[in-house]
């Protein structure tokens, strides 16, 4: 069963989206060569807080800390620690998830860390790339796998790995809901949409093999290969005038 969101759960997820575009705006400049994963999970929590929300991934299926924080080859579900130290030329996706008065917004970015190569750059701007594409489709009347296939499909246009087994999903007083939202083009149209469906979309990308595994900390994904990995995300809502990002910061 997919919700629809009464105007008062609207504004309280459209509350913590503009607390997690801002937290996600201040996160991303503090990022730096010698800084720790720790440091900057440590520093995006205090800004959750002080802003009045909680952090909705601490503690969520028993998960350590505030934010993912995933480095270069690591897809998504990184744990932040003190002795992962950040160097010129990585790239590092934060994803992170605020909860506003029992409601949530959940978003996902991939950073240069100072100086990166064309190759880190082009795929951490496909991954962005294919989010904004895929929410032109996320209109009423339009299917699920409009917004699934024209993802997976620009993807892997780009010559990169689109991850199958993590997928978006929807949001709301839960962090994850139906419907799922896969990267890539379905065998089916999926459910019709809706004005007032909210959708955490996240293409999830690799340089090469899009096979996956999970690290030994039972948390961590990496693709087999080992090679670079991007990820981009925002929750949005589904409008009868298109598609309105809840985690994006506005202008």
Same mark, same amino acid.
């Given at each position: 069963m997919i919700e629809i969101k009464s105007k008062r759960e609207i504004e309280l997820m459209r509350d913590a989206g503009k607390v997690l575009a801002e937290v996600h705006e201040k996160v991303g400049e503090a990022v730096a060569p010698g800084k720790s994963t720790l440091e900057l999970n440590d520093y995006a929590e205090r800004l959750i807080r002080k802003a009045g929300c909680t952090p909705s991934f601490l503690h969520l299926y028993d998960f350590p800390a505030a934010c993912c924080v995933s480095v270069n080859e690591e897809l998504i579900h990184g744990i932040p620690t003190k002795d992962r130290i950040l160097k010129e030329g990585d790239i590092v996706s934060f994803d992170i998830g605020t909860n +506003?008065? *029992? +409601?949530?917004?959940?978003? !996902? $970015?991939?950073?240069?860390? *100072? @100086?990166?190569?064309? @190759? !880190?750059? $082009?795929?951490v701007e496909t991954a962005k790339e294919a989010f904004f594409r895929g929410i032109e489709q996320a209109v009423p009347e339009n299917h699920l796998n409009d917004i699934c296939g024209t993802i997976g499909d620009f993807v892997e246009s780009r010559g990169y790995g689109v991850v199958r087994d993590y997928v978006g999903h929807g949001i709301g007083h839960e962090v994850h809901m139906d419907p799922e939202v896969p990267n890539y083009r379905m065998k089916r149209k999926g459910p019709k949409l809706q004005a007032g469906m909210t959708l955490a979309i996240e293409p999830m990308i690799t340089e090469g093999n899009p096979e996956v595994r999970v690290l030994s900390n039972d948390w961590t994904v990496v693709p087999l290969d080992g090679r670079l990995t991007a990820h981009y995300e925002n929750t949005i809502l589904i409008t009868d005038n298109g598609p309105e990002i809840l985690s994006l910061m506005k202008g």
């Amino acid at each position: 069963m997919i919700e629809i969101k009464s105007k008062r759960e609207i504004e309280l997820m459209r509350d913590a989206g503009k607390v997690l575009a801002e937290v996600h705006e201040k996160v991303g400049e503090a990022v730096a060569p010698g800084k720790s994963t720790l440091e900057l999970n440590d520093y995006a929590e205090r800004l959750i807080r002080k802003a009045g929300c909680t952090p909705s991934f601490l503690h969520l299926y028993d998960f350590p800390a505030a934010c993912c924080v995933s480095v270069n080859e690591e897809l998504i579900h990184g744990i932040p620690t003190k002795d992962r130290i950040l160097k010129e030329g990585d790239i590092v996706s934060f994803d992170i998830g605020t909860n +506003y008065k *029992g +409601y949530h917004s959940d978003a !996902a $970015r991939t950073w240069a860390v *100072g @100086e990166i190569s064309s @190759e !880190a750059k $082009r795929l951490v701007e496909t991954a962005k790339e294919a989010f904004f594409r895929g929410i032109e489709q996320a209109v009423p009347e339009n299917h699920l796998n409009d917004i699934c296939g024209t993802i997976g499909d620009f993807v892997e246009s780009r010559g990169y790995g689109v991850v199958r087994d993590y997928v978006g999903h929807g949001i709301g007083h839960e962090v994850h809901m139906d419907p799922e939202v896969p990267n890539y083009r379905m065998k089916r149209k999926g459910p019709k949409l809706q004005a007032g469906m909210t959708l955490a979309i996240e293409p999830m990308i690799t340089e090469g093999n899009p096979e996956v595994r999970v690290l030994s900390n039972d948390w961590t994904v990496v693709p087999l290969d080992g090679r670079l990995t991007a990820h981009y995300e925002n929750t949005i809502l589904i409008t009868d005038n298109g598609p309105e990002i809840l985690s994006l910061m506005k202008g």
